[in-house]
């Protein structure tokens, strides 16, 4: 078992948004040893050191990340697909919009209102000369909070993992968690 360092922990706590108080709390010790440990002016025992770990652990576990968000069927077009193609899927699937997908990786998305100005003649061009800009992508260890954000502004949130799709989020998906 490798000991985290002080900086360790005190970044870990940062980045689950813990204050000293609310991890010492948490890990039934006082916010000045929590405030010694992290300035390295004391060497907790591997007691101490353990219900904090734990206790982190279990912080961690509460958040909702990305990964428990989201659908791993991503129902798709590729660019070349035609115009007449994403129609057809949007009507199967009963959605507004989809994710334009070229060999595993967002390249765009196109949508109802991208669509409707789009005469009968068009119906046979390809999806690239009407698809808009990609949505945004994330991780899928990023948090509610950062997916929630991003959903203030896009219809959707690609999930990537080495830049290859994983899966995708919608404001319905959250509502559904949430609900």
Request: charged fraction near 30%; charge should be negative.
């Amino acid at each position: 078992m490798e000991l985290p360092t002080p900086a360790d922990l005190r970044e870990r706590r940062n980045e689950l948004g813990l204050t000293q108080s609310e991890l010492a709390a948490a890990a039934d010790v006082s916010q000045p040893l929590i405030a010694r440990i992290e300035g390295n002016d004391v060497d907790p025992r591997l007691s101490t050191l353990r219900r904090i770990v734990n206790a982190l652990d279990q912080a961690e576990g509460d958040i909702v990340r990305a990964g428990d968000l989201m659908h791993e069927e991503v129902i798709s077009v590729a660019p070349e697909d035609t115009v007449s193609d994403a129609v057809q899927a949007m009507e199967r699937e009963a959605y507004s919009q989809l994710a334009v997908i070229k060999d595993g990786i967002p390249v765009g998305s196109i949508s109802q209102s991208d669509l409707v100005h789009v005469d009968e003649e068009a119906r046979g061009e390809p999806v690239r000369e009407f698809m808009s800009e990609s949505f945004p992508t994330v991780s899928e260890d990023a948090t509610l909070e950062e997916v929630s954000n991003l959903l203030d502004h896009y219809k959707a949130v690609m999930v990537t993992e080495g830049g290859e799709t994983v899966g995708i989020i919608t404001e319905a998906d959250i509502a559904a968690r949430l609900g």
